[in-house]
């Protein structure tokens, strides 16, 4: 007997589990750096930042560069963050609701051409989106709805993603459960309203906060039905913002920074949900 088929199983896997997070840890360290240097960089003042060699920790800490962005006249914040956040949380909203009410009945109901229905819908994951933004553009020109708010939330009320992932999870449920309800008199949407939608928690955060980091920085399908400047998105702006900057690097982290800390507060309020929502979607019952 080799020494290798003597460990213990747990032993094992406490081995995978620690060589796993000594890959891991450095490349996520590594993925990390632009990240902190672009927080770091927008505490530095001009000339700092173009110096040569550059310095990773501010040698004076400053709060200009977002003062000069908050206070400048020709970048009302305040708009392009209420309208990427009216975009963000709308599709938020109506993505779970339609992704976990078509995930539970996929999952739970048998009717005619459901499977076939299924695939489909997941077939269409695989259209890039570039095929389809020249006819949606024309839908949207037909609805009157370029240059709307709108134009960027009734086209996203289907997400094919979201009822895969909410069908996989809804096998987790137990059917004694849906029946019992069924039992005492509750009606079909009372049991997916009551009973199925508390169980989906994990895969509500999951999804709610994906379905809200796409949103928040969706660039290209924005920047063509949106032209005008007062509804268009935070993303937008910030290159607008960046090219208009041309090298003072230091206000553009600054705005960056201002443009990604929503995403970074939705997800420290939602992350313990995240990995039981991934985990469990695989599950079947």
Do not use: C
């Not at 003062?67 to 020709?74: A, E, G, I, K, Q």
């Not at 839908?139 to 240059?147: E, Q, R, S, T, Y």
């Not at 969706?218 to 702006?237: F, K």
């Amino acid at each position: 007997m080799n020494a290798s088929s003597s460990i213990h199983p747990k032993g094992q896997r406490k081995f995978k589990i620690h060589y796993a997070y000594f890959i891991l840890i450095p490349l996520a360290l590594i993925d990390l750096v632009p990240f902190v240097w672009m927080i770091l960089g927008s505490f530095k003042s001009g000339a700092e930042i173009r110096q040569i060699p550059p310095t990773f920790f501010p040698h004076h800490f400053t709060l200009d560069n977002y003062r000069t962005v908050l206070s400048d006249p020709n970048l009302p914040l305040a708009t392009f963050y209420r309208n990427s956040a009216i975009i963000a949380l709308a599709n938020v909203v109506q993505v779970l609701f339609t992704s976990s009410l078509f995930g539970y009945i996929f999952a739970k109901y048998n009717f005619k051409g459901r499977k076939i229905l299924f695939w489909f819908i997941l077939a269409t994951m695989i259209i890039p989106s570039q095929v389809t933004m020249i006819p949606g553009y024309l839908i949207l020109a037909k609805l009157h709805l370029i240059n709307k708010l709108w134009a960027l939330i009734i086209p996203s009320a289907i997400d094919a993603f979201g009822i895969f992932l909410f069908h996989q999870f809804a096998y987790s449920i137990p059917n004694e459960l849906i029946d019992a309800a069924r039992v005492d008199g509750a009606s079909e949407f009372q049991i997916y309203w009551r009973i199925v939608l508390p169980q989906f928690k994990p895969a509500l955060a999951t999804m709610g906060l994906l379905t809200f980091m796409f949103n928040w920085n969706a660039y290209l399908w924005p920047l063509i039905v949106l032209t005008e400047q007062n509804v268009r998105t935070l993303p937008i702006i910030l290159t607008w913002y960046s090219t208009r900057m041309g090298n003072k690097y230091h206000l553009t982290m600054a705005a960056a920074v201002l443009v990604v800390m929503p995403v970074l507060i939705a997800f420290a309020f939602v992350q313990r949900w995240i990995v039981e929502g991934i985990t469990l979607s695989g599950m079947k019952g």
